[in-house]
């Protein structure tokens, strides 16, 4: 089991890591063409997009608060590079 949680966790270390990147080319795109990089609307519109989608056993006040946890730690790790 210890080894399938490890197996999990580099995944998900994985996934941030390539969120990560994808927000860096969104926040470039952004600045670009002179846009704001934090969108209130689509913050919410993914944090209820991932609300239906998730099939548990998560909490909704669990992906709550790995999804605000998630949004702070990309917008500082992204702002580390673009500025």
């Known amino acids: 089991m210890r080894d399938a949680i490890m197996d999990?966790?580099?995944?998900?270390?994985?996934?941030?890591?390539?969120?990560?990147?994808?927000?860096?080319?969104?926040r470039a795109y952004?600045?670009?063409?002179?846009?704001e990089f934090v969108d209130p609307d689509r913050e919410r519109w993914m944090r209820d997009y991932l609300v239906a989608?998730?099939?548990?056993?998560?909490?909704?006040?669990?992906?709550?608060e790995i999804y605000t946890l998630l949004l702070a730690l990309t917008k500082r790790e992204t702002a580390a590079d673009a500025g």
Do not use: F
């Open 8 to 26: 999990n966790d580099q995944k998900i270390v994985a996934a941030i890591n390539a969120r990560l990147k994808l927000v860096e080319r969104l």
């Open 30 to 35: 952004k600045a670009e063409v002179g846009l």
């Open 53 to 64: 989608a998730n099939p548990g056993p998560m909490s909704e006040e669990g992906l709550d």
